[in-house]
């Protein structure tokens, strides 16, 4: 399977052998906070699968690729590591009306995969070089299988919770990754704990299977005894925060939450 071509603040990359054997049996996929879809591009295909996001540059991006994979390929390939590329990136992500949507797409690329911790404003330079060795790697795995992987894929640009309803059935899964709104959003200010409860009163109706990505909270802990929802939780660092010299990294609980028991798989 490709790796997403995308490596996304907040994105789940390093969380994958944590995610992947909780998914259960589906014939039908939801992402509907997609981002970098790191789920989905590791995740075997099924037969419908729906990926969604609010933000247009996002959309946009695996719009090009489904239409204009070549000459996307090509841009990246020929765009050097270096801070003038992402300063015109992040020209264009921030005038994208200015642009056609093709330029947007690159910008878009660029602007993540170049930043400092994945994320756009600060180019993400480092001392030793290992950081242009990376993205040399990663600008030579974009190639046709992520084409591929996004050829039967329906893209949407919609209300998550509409989009989750419109999907629903008893062989839907719904991987949920919102941004947290008890942290940082970078990409997805403005998600408040308002939003949360929404999405958590809908996850209540819904007959398909869901798992949910999320810090611990007290409205989630609410809403896990109210329905008997099952929930693990684990450490993980805090990829954007440097460690200091005889300091422990900073860690952060993450909370998986779900309606099927997380100890019984059936693939």
Request: charged residues 25%.
């Amino acid at each position: 399977m490709p790796k997403t071509p995308i490596t996304y603040y907040g994105g789940k990359l390093n969380l994958l052998s944590e995610i992947l054997p909780l998914i259960p049996k589906h014939s039908i996929y939801t992402e509907a906070f997609f981002g970098g879809g790191a789920v989905f591009f590791a995740k075997e295909p099924v037969e419908s699968e729906i990926i969604n996001d609010t933000n247009n540059m996002v959309v946009n991006f695996y719009e090009v690729i489904k239409t204009d994979f070549d000459w996307l390929k090509t841009r990246i390939q020929a765009t050097p590591f270096s801070r003038a590329s992402y300063t015109v990136a992040l020209s264009i992500y921030r005038m994208p009306h200015l642009f056609n949507k093709k330029q947007q797409a690159w910008a878009f690329y660029v602007g993540t995969n170049f930043g400092f911790a994945c994320q756009i404003g600060s180019w993400g330079y480092d001392k030793y070089g290992k950081q242009a060795k990376k993205l040399l790697n990663k600008k030579m795995s974009f190639n046709k299988e992520i084409f591929k992987r996004l050829e039967s894929t329906q893209i949407e640009c919609n209300d998550a919770c509409k989009v989750i309803k419109a999907r629903d059935s008893v062989d839907t899964f719904h991987y949920i990754d919102p941004p947290y709104f008890n942290s940082c959003q970078s990409f997805y200010s403005g998600y408040s704990e308002k939003h949360f409860k929404q999405l958590l009163t809908t996850l209540e109706g819904i007959e398909g299977k869901f798992l949910l990505s999320s810090y611990p909270s007290e409205i989630l802990t609410k809403y896990i005894e109210r329905n008997g929802w099952y929930s693990k939780q684990f450490d993980k660092p805090l990829s954007a925060k440097k460690s200091v010299a005889g300091e422990k990294r900073k860690r952060k609980t993450e909370v998986l939450t779900a309606n099927y028991s997380l100890s019984e798989i059936k693939q």
